[in-house]
């Protein structure tokens, strides 16, 4: 009985399933409690052996039920304290969690995107790596022209090239399609330039409209850039000024009254009440005539976005917006 009470003690007394387990061995394992008192039977003879060896078979079976029972028990509230410790409090606020912000020219880009998706023109897309005939040749640039100078521009040994602007995306979609045309190409363009106001990557958005023979004119083309400026500036004079580009004839840029001073004059817009916002024009000739286009009307523009995005968020140094740092974007959250 002695060897009972032992046991039961070692089983009631474990508390968890480590204890257990040291209870186990110590009871039943190969040198355990049990193991000794079958050991002990070949000391006994007759009668005497075989009552101690019921005692043993029995005080096992009891020892078995004692150990399995307490084994549940430890093992439920093991699991019910686990569940309680790892529970997740849904409702617990954690207020070190950050909130992601968009870069503020992919904002400025998606705001211009949506205003033209708005107006029905498709967007567009063309490869990085043009050549000099898309990127040059069909927009009416001349072979002699400075744009083409390796000063400006990114060229490969192949002489292919990292695309200037995003015009040569009309070219491919008017040698791919037939005209009524409608659309923008958005992306990001690259050039030789790094200071203050430029950055050798950045991004455009091109527009082109084209359909038949005197159907879209100069006033079209002033009345959807104006709506549009109107749209992303809210209460500013838009100006049209003339201007030159070898893609379009005639050709304009486009201003906003200062949105700084309110058109009185200061520093960012060199005291003259005005900034110059993008490029446009009807559609020379010679470009329809290189994609193989004839009775045809249309006209273009190209919008710089970063330009814009500093305006809007008043970004005094444009290479900040590239540099990677995520303190610019906290700014912007
Ligand atoms: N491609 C010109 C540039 O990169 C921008 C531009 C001006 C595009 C006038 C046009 C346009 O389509 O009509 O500076």
Redesign the pocket.
């Known amino acids: 009985m002695e060897d009972l009470k032992k046991a039961s003690q070692l089983i009631d007394q474990s508390a968890s399933t480590d204890d257990l387990e040291k209870a186990r061995v110590e009871i039943f394992g190969k040198k355990g409690l049990l193991s000794k008192g079958f050991v002990k039977l070949k000391d006994l003879q007759g009668d005497e052996k075989k009552v101690e060896a019921q005692r043993l078979n029995e005080l096992k079976d009891t020892l078995t039920q004692l150990f399995d029972t307490r084994y549940v028990e430890i093992k439920n509230k093991e699991i019910e304290q686990k569940l309680k410790e790892d529970a997740l409090d849904l409702t617990l606020y954690q207020n070190s969690h950050q909130t992601a912000a968009l870069h503020p020219v992919v904002e400025t880009m998606d705001r211009i995107i949506e205003y033209f998706v708005s107006m029905n023109f498709s967007i567009e897309t063309g490869p990085l790596v043009e050549d000099d005939f898309h990127n040059f040749e069909a927009l009416n640039l001349p072979k002699n022209h400075p744009a083409r100078d390796m000063q400006d521009t990114f060229y490969f040994a192949d002489n292919s090239l990292l695309r200037?602007?995003?015009?040569p995306v009309?070219i491919r979609k008017m040698m791919s399609t037939k005209p009524p045309i409608r659309m923008i190409a958005p992306g990001v363009?690259f050039r030789r330039d790094y200071d203050l106001t430029h950055t050798p990557m950045f991004h455009?958005v091109?527009?082109?409209v084209v359909d038949v023979k005197d159907k879209v004119n100069f006033a079209h083309l002033k009345s959807i850039l104006t709506e549009f400026l109107l749209e992303m500036f809210g209460d500013v004079k838009v100006r049209f000024r003339p201007s030159f580009?070898p893609?379009?004839e005639p050709?304009s840029e486009v201003d906003i009254s200062c949105i700084f001073c309110k058109g009185k004059g200061c520093r960012v817009c060199s005291n003259t009440g005005w900034i110059e916002i993008l490029?446009?024009?009807i559609v020379d000739p010679n470009v329809f005539k290189s994609v193989g286009y004839e009775d045809v009307s249309g006209y273009?523009?190209?919008i710089g976005i970063e330009r814009l995005a500093m305006l809007i968020h008043e970004i005094p140094d444009l290479r900040s917006l590239f540099e990677g740092d995520i303190r610019l974007l906290e700014q912007f959250r």
């Open positions: 200037t602007h995003t015009s009309q363009v455009q091109e527009g082109l580009f893609f379009t050709s490029g446009c024009g273009a523009f190209g």
